[in-house]
């Protein structure tokens, strides 16, 4: 057993590195579950989008690109501010961690009024839902096109409610760090919960294109 | 397995040096609050015993219908929902889960010589997340129940089933990710925490089923998650993704829904495997035969396992070279599972065998195990599946692996286990008998069964030609004998919690960490923490009376 960094631990590790190893195995695997779920998710996409492609091309047409290619940048760059924050707080930096990701949680809120706020409203007011009477798509493009809609509100709602965790979780770090809980040698929950924000992040990278770009062409 | 002390190892930081686990606190918030990984198991076992008796409960009136040709209940409708219900409890809230979340909750963190699992808190989320689960799906059946089969077919259970498809859902999506806390906690421990020498080649071959088990769950539940969830919504909402009238299409469910349950079969055996391994040495007073090989067996089982689901496909109308395909990978399967067989048998050759009752139930597991994995070759082969899919030959052949090898191995753990957990022998005749009456019971149950199938019956009806009512009318009777061994062991296991004998640290003088702690063990499972220097099964050469 190795000496240790005197930091405190759970009764059950040898020290405080072990421990923290552990956690981050754990966030590790916990997403390796995450991808199965989602990629379920995409399979039926594109499985789906496969056999129904002139309803899923009409149904890519009525979304709004420029919010979605918005979205991805807001989320990329709030990845990246989480990131430096992490950095900030390697070098003991708190004040700036502190910063970094308030301005992550800023972005964070910023896609959620663009897709929620505006683009789903607009959705609602176009017929766009699947179970709209009046369906804004018809003919031969009615059937793929709430198909794709299906998948559309399926796939943005749960990566929505992920992204609500991950803000709760957001929250939690910063309450934390300005309790001045974090040091050099102890941050193991903001790496923990920013492994988790940069997946969130890369769930949307999936989706961007399915939704807004495979089609359009 | 030989250790010694660690002379550099720590103060104990947490919980009392005397006494035990059960000890440590007495009010209920101690017990329901508790993130310690012994009493979860307590927990979880006092809920899979509920659940295994109201599932069990379902198959008696099942089989009580099946005694004349006409059907007892006189109501398909009712009959639909009793079997539903005896395959939702039993599938997602007994075998699944049973064996690792009591034995391997209890265990893992003993036989690695840790202190508790890696994510103590998340262990009793787990539970929570079940009996959450488990309330919603009971309510769902109690309310009216519903007629899917466990299976849920689309687009039966999207347009045409009556009852509260939705809210079973709901339990299962629940319990799922019950199941894949449990997964989680598990590997991570397994890699984190095993006790300084403990290397993978010295870890008990029930260590490395849990392990497999565990990547089973993590893998191929999130995948049934899912798709439970797009069958709720096209219930919900009447469109298509498995709605062949609107874009859907059916195969697609079935694709999904048997990537997870097809792994779920190995993840209710896979328990069973190890539990044996653990006592046929113990019991033959032999190092197991192969070690290395019943290791990789368990490891290639979960991998081949995310191969073979199309053999559930075979009619549905899935292409002929898909079909050949995942026949020869089912054929697979039965590999290393016939390397576990014939290891069993090697550890037994020339061992110095006692008939406790965890070893009865041991066997009884190999020749359960036997048959049933011998029997899962007639239908892995495409032809002979084509005349025996959805008969009571297919009903026979899952029971013998699911509850023919993997409740004997449930039991032969609980019993080979219970003086640890509990700090008490349980009367060992009674035990005996037990053993001998379910393994009586479940032959004349289920053997009836493979001829019925054969002969043509099909299974989920709830009437028949009267020409089946011989058998029928034996299998039910075996379903009363079995009632009874189920029932027995329920009654002077809890007898034995208050007048057994107490319990030594070690009564089968068996290897294993979990043997060298006191029984029952105290809340911080070692003192001190163990340091290995040998294999698992190091029995010492047996002691002869004569030549």
Request: with cysteine.
């Given at each position: 057993?190795?000496?240790?960094?005197?930091?405190?631990?759970?009764?059950?590790?040898?020290?405080?590195?072990?421990?923290?190893?552990?956690?981050?195995?754990?966030?590790?695997?916990?997403?390796?579950?995450?991808?199965?779920?989602?990629?379920?998710?995409?399979?039926?996409?594109?499985?789906?989008?496969?056999?129904?492609?002139?309803?899923?091309?009409?149904?890519?047409?009525?979304?709004?690109?420029?919010?979605?290619?918005?979205?991805?940048?807001?989320?990329?760059?709030?990845?990246?501010?989480?990131?430096?924050?992490?950095?900030?707080?390697?070098?003991?930096?708190?004040?700036?961690?502190?910063?970094?990701?308030?301005?992550?949680?800023?972005?964070?809120?910023?896609?959620?009024?663009?897709?929620?706020?505006?683009?789903?409203?607009?959705?609602?007011?176009?017929?766009?839902?699947?179970?709209?009477?009046?369906?804004?798509?018809?003919?031969?493009?009615?059937?793929?096109?709430?198909?794709?809609?299906?998948?559309?509100?399926?796939?943005?709602?749960?990566?929505?409610?992920?992204?609500?965790?991950?803000?709760?979780?957001?929250?939690?770090?910063?309450?934390?760090?300005?309790?001045?809980?974090?040091?050099?040698?102890?941050?193991?929950?903001?790496?923990?919960?920013?492994?988790?924000?940069?997946?969130?992040?890369?769930?949307?990278?999936?989706?961007?294109?399915?939704?807004?770009?495979?089609?359009?062409? | 397995?030989?250790?010694?002390?660690?002379?550099?190892?720590?103060?104990?930081?947490?919980?009392?040096?005397?006494?035990?686990?059960?000890?440590?606190?007495?009010?209920?918030?101690?017990?329901?609050?508790?993130?310690?990984?012994?009493?979860?198991?307590?927990?979880?076992?006092?809920?899979?015993?509920?659940?295994?008796?109201?599932?069990?409960?379902?198959?008696?009136?099942?089989?009580?219908?099946?005694?004349?040709?006409?059907?007892?209940?006189?109501?398909?409708?009712?009959?639909?929902?009793?079997?539903?219900?005896?395959?939702?409890?039993?599938?997602?809230?007994?075998l699944v889960p049973a064996v690792p979340v009591t034995l391997g909750?209890?265990?893992?963190?003993?036989?690695?010589?840790?202190?508790?699992?890696?994510?103590?808190?998340?262990?009793?989320?787990?539970?929570?997340?079940?009996?959450?689960?488990?309330?919603?799906?009971?309510?769902?059946?109690?309310?009216?129940?519903?007629?899917?089969?466990?299976?849920?077919?689309?687009?039966?259970?999207?347009?045409?089933?009556?009852?509260?498809?939705?809210?079973?859902?709901?339990?299962?999506?629940?319990?799922?990710?019950?199941?894949?806390?449990?997964?989680?906690?598990?590997?991570?421990?397994?890699?984190?925490?095993?006790?300084?020498?403990?290397?993978?080649?010295?870890?008990?071959?029930f260590?490395?089923s849990m392990?497999s088990l565990?990547?089973?769950?993590?893998?191929?539940?999130?995948?049934?998650?899912?798709?439970?969830?797009?069958?709720?919504?096209?219930?919900?909402?009447?469109?298509?993704?498995?709605?062949?009238?609107?874009?859907?299409?059916?195969?697609?469910?079935?694709?999904?829904?048997?990537?997870?349950?097809?792994?779920?079969?190995y993840m209710m055996i896979l328990p069973g495997f190890g539990v044996v391994?653990?006592?046929?040495?113990?019991?033959?007073?032999?190092?197991?035969?192969?070690?290395?090989?019943?290791?990789?067996?368990?490891?290639?089982?979960?991998?081949?396992?995310?191969?073979?689901?199309?053999?559930?496909?075979?009619?549905?109308?899935?292409?002929?070279?898909?079909?050949?395909?995942?026949?020869?990978?089912?054929?697979?399967?039965?590999?290393?599972?016939?390397?576990?067989?014939?290891?069993?048998?090697?550890?037994?050759?020339?061992?110095?065998?006692?008939?406790?009752?965890?070893?009865?139930?041991?066997?009884?597991?190999?020749?359960?195990?036997?048959?049933?994995?011998?029997?899962?070759?007639?239908?892995?082969?495409?032809?002979?599946?084509?005349?025996?899919?959805?008969?009571?030959?297919?009903?026979?052949?899952?029971?013998?692996?699911?509850?023919?090898?993997m409740?004997?191995a449930f039991?032969?753990g609980?019993?080979?286990?219970?003086?640890?957990?509990?700090?008490?022998?349980?009367?060992?005749?009674?035990?005996?008998?037990?053993?001998?009456?379910?393994?009586?019971?479940?032959?004349?149950?289920?053997?009836?069964?493979?001829?019925?199938?054969?002969?043509?019956?099909?299974?989920?009806?709830?009437?028949?030609?009267?020409?089946?009512?011989?058998?029928?009318?034996?299998?039910?009777?075996?379903?009363?004998?079995?009632?009874?061994?189920?029932?027995?062991?329920?009654?002077?296991?809890?007898?034995?919690?208050?007048?057994?004998?107490?319990?030594?640290?070690?009564?089968?003088?068996?290897?294993?960490?979990?043997?060298?702690?006191?029984?029952?063990?105290?809340?911080?499972?070692?003192?001190?923490?163990?340091?290995?220097?040998?294999?698992?099964?190091?029995?010492?050469?047996?002691?002869?009376?004569?030549?």
């Amino acid at each position: 057993m190795t000496a240790g960094s005197g930091l405190p631990h759970e009764f059950q590790y040898a020290d405080a590195s072990h421990q923290a190893n552990t956690a981050i195995a754990g966030m590790w695997l916990f997403l390796a579950t995450e991808v199965l779920l989602f990629g379920g998710l995409i399979l039926c996409w594109i499985y789906s989008r496969h056999w129904n492609p002139v309803g899923f091309d009409a149904g890519a047409r009525q979304t709004a690109l420029w919010i979605g290619t918005l979205n991805t940048a807001l989320l990329i760059t709030s990845s990246f501010l989480y990131a430096l924050g992490v950095a900030f707080m390697r070098v003991g930096n708190a004040r700036a961690l502190i910063h970094c990701l308030v301005l992550t949680l800023m972005l964070a809120l910023a896609f959620l009024v663009l897709k929620f706020g505006l683009e789903y409203r607009d959705d609602f007011a176009r017929h766009l839902f699947p179970t709209a009477t009046r369906f804004a798509l018809t003919g031969a493009e009615a059937a793929g096109g709430r198909l794709f809609f299906i998948f559309y509100f399926l796939g943005t709602g749960l990566h929505g409610i992920h992204m609500l965790v991950g803000m709760g979780l957001l929250v939690w770090i910063i309450r934390r760090a300005r309790r001045g809980e974090f040091s050099p040698q102890y941050y193991t929950p903001v790496e923990v919960v920013g492994l988790y924000w940069s997946f969130v992040d890369l769930v949307w990278l999936t989706l961007y294109p399915l939704i807004y770009l495979v089609g359009r062409g | 397995m030989n250790s010694t002390a660690a002379d550099t190892d720590i103060a104990v930081p947490r919980g009392q040096t005397e006494g035990s686990y059960l000890t440590d606190g007495y009010s209920v918030r101690s017990w329901l609050l508790s993130t310690d990984h012994k009493r979860i198991a307590m927990l979880y076992l006092a809920s899979i015993t509920f659940f295994f008796f109201i599932g069990g409960a379902a198959a008696a009136l099942v089989r009580l219908n099946l005694i004349v040709p006409e059907g007892l209940l006189g109501s398909a409708e009712a009959y639909n929902r009793l079997f539903t219900m005896h395959g939702v409890i039993m599938v997602w809230f007994f075998l699944v889960p049973a064996v690792p979340v009591t034995l391997g909750n209890f265990m893992i963190p003993l036989m690695l010589g840790a202190r508790d699992l890696a994510f103590p808190r998340l262990n009793l989320l787990s539970w929570y997340l079940f009996m959450a689960g488990g309330v919603v799906t009971l309510w769902a059946l109690f309310s009216g129940g519903l007629d899917t089969g466990w299976t849920f077919y689309t687009p039966l259970s999207t347009a045409y089933a009556k009852g509260h498809v939705v809210m079973a859902v709901v339990g299962i999506f629940i319990s799922g990710f019950s199941s894949i806390a449990t997964g989680l906690n598990f590997i991570v421990t397994i890699h984190q925490l095993r006790a300084p020498g403990l290397t993978w080649y010295r870890l008990p071959v029930f260590i490395w089923s849990m392990y497999s088990l565990s990547v089973l769950l993590v893998l191929a539940t999130p995948v049934l998650a899912i798709t439970l969830v797009l069958l709720a919504f096209e219930r919900l909402f009447h469109i298509g993704i498995f709605d062949p009238a609107i874009g859907g299409d059916p195969l697609l469910f079935q694709h999904l829904f048997w990537f997870y349950s097809h792994p779920a079969v190995y993840m209710m055996i896979l328990p069973g495997f190890g539990v044996v391994s653990e006592i046929i040495p113990a019991f033959a007073r032999k190092s197991l035969f192969g070690y290395k090989f019943v290791v990789w067996a368990s490891v290639s089982i979960a991998v081949i396992s995310f191969f073979v689901w199309g053999h559930h496909m075979y009619v549905a109308g899935t292409s002929l070279y898909s079909a050949l395909l995942f026949s020869i990978l089912s054929y697979l399967v039965a590999v290393p599972s016939a390397i576990k067989v014939f290891n069993w048998l090697g550890t037994l050759h020339k061992g110095y065998i006692s008939f406790d009752a965890p070893m009865l139930y041991a066997l009884g597991f190999v020749g359960l195990f036997t048959i049933g994995g011998l029997t899962g070759l007639w239908v892995a082969a495409l032809a002979a599946d084509v005349h025996l899919t959805q008969t009571y030959f297919v009903v026979a052949h899952f029971h013998y692996i699911m509850v023919g090898a993997m409740v004997s191995a449930f039991f032969g753990g609980l019993h080979y286990w219970w003086p640890k957990i509990t700090g008490r022998m349980y009367p060992e005749m009674w035990a005996r008998i037990a053993a001998l009456i379910m393994f009586i019971g479940f032959n004349l149950t289920f053997f009836p069964q493979f001829i019925l199938g054969y002969l043509g019956m099909p299974r989920r009806y709830f009437s028949y030609p009267p020409e089946f009512q011989v058998l029928n009318v034996l299998s039910s009777a075996g379903a009363t004998i079995l009632a009874a061994a189920y029932l027995l062991p329920l009654g002077y296991l809890v007898w034995s919690l208050l007048y057994g004998d107490k319990a030594p640290a070690n009564p089968w003088r068996a290897t294993g960490l979990e043997w060298k702690t006191p029984s029952p063990p105290p809340t911080v499972n070692f003192l001190v923490t163990p340091v290995v220097t040998t294999g698992p099964y190091e029995y010492p050469p047996p002691e002869r009376t004569s030549g």
